[in-house]
Nanobody
Framework: VQLQASGGGLVQAGGSLRLSCAAS????????MGWFRQAPGKERELVAA???????NYADSVKGRFTISRDNAKNTVYLQMSSLKPEDTAVYYC??????????????WGQGTLVTVSS
């Protein structure tokens, strides 16, 4: 599976952004999908995941502010981010979380998309 995230940008605190991740391959619908992020000087972390059936899970830091969704017909997963905070500043990537909530399954991350939240 090849993954390409897009939709990042510069936004003021309190604003919103919608990220997209396009996946290649016919087996997209067979996988749980997740959004990971890596802030400067920090380890990459999983912030949101969605199962094949559409059940979702979120890190405490984004719960209530971020919404993950997927469109299997378009091989795309989305992350709607609202009430953004400066601490959300990071490069965002999508990947398959092992076990539905765990380390990424694939080594290939793509370029990611940069989200910068100004205070």
């Amino acid at each position: 599976v090849q993954l390409q995230a897009s939709g990042g940008g510069l936004v003021q605190a309190g604003g919103s952004l919608r990220l997209s991740c396009a996946a290649s391959g016919r087996t997209f619908s067979s996988y749980a999908m997740g959004w990971f992020r890596q802030a400067p000087g920090k380890e990459r972390e999983l912030v949101a995941a969605i199962t094949r059936g559409g059940s979702t899970n979120y890190a405490d830091s984004v719960k209530g502010r971020f919404t993950i969704s997927r469109d299997n017909a378009k091989n795309t997963v989305y992350l709607q981010m609202s009430s953004l905070k400066p601490e959300d500043t990071a490069v965002y990537y999508c990947n398959v979380p092992a076990g539905g909530w765990g380390p990424a399954l694939f080594d290939s991350w793509g370029q990611g998309t940069l989200v910068t939240v100004s205070s």
